[in-house]
């Protein structure tokens, strides 16, 4: 699974990767400028309280729920639109480190926009459920990086994979190695929660999926040939 990342980051300023992270850079840019400003005119043009230092309290409060809400649905947020553009960061890896493999017979992943749109919803309504466990902070980060790395894990894996070979294929893969792939999920996670290093990180799920699908599917067919 290192290696798997190591090549991922060293193939991180491939031009398909510098396009993804143009897009996604735009984004990101896009989305929480949006939040912001929505947020700064609701609250300048509500007085909560009668007093006024209650409502600069109420303002503080705002700008900081709109911090953690920005934090929390980022990762949704990156992958539900870089979902869209990952099909040249796929090639691109199997071009370098697979080129005996033919082309994809399945449908590219900029082909399947009801997957990604998916992976979006399901993102965005699993992190706003989670947000309930903000009233228990030491317990709030480990919820949090469990739940989105099985929830990255399984949606990176499953567009990389069907790619290549059918659902039940699929599935039989992800369920055989379903604990490194919470891992590698969780570490993705992590990246799309770390400033800057997030805009990279959809391209970088994308790569170590690539290479820890064909690892794991040559060794499933070694072992069952034996």
Known sequence: MLTAFFKAFHQIWDPASRRAVGIGLITALAVLTCLWVAVGFFLAGVQLFESWWMDLIADLLGGAATVVLTWCMFPAVVSGVMGLLLD??????????????PPAPGQSLAAVP????????????????????????PVFPFVFYAANGYLLGREYFELVALRRVGGMEAL??????????????TVIA????????????PIVATSVMVHLFEGWRSNDHKAAAT
């Open 190 to 201: 992590v990246l799309l929660t770390v400033p800057v290093v997030n805009l990279l990180a």
């Open 114 to 137: 009801p997957a990604a749109i998916r992976f979006f919803a399901v993102m965005v309504l699993v992190n706003l459920g989670l947000l309930f466990f903000l009233v228990f902070p």
């Open 172 to 185: 039989a893969i992800r369920k055989a190695h379903r604990g490194r792939l919470v891992v590698a999920g």
């Open 88 to 101: 040249g960061i796929a090639e691109a890896v199997e071009a370098r480190h697979y080129a005996h493999l």
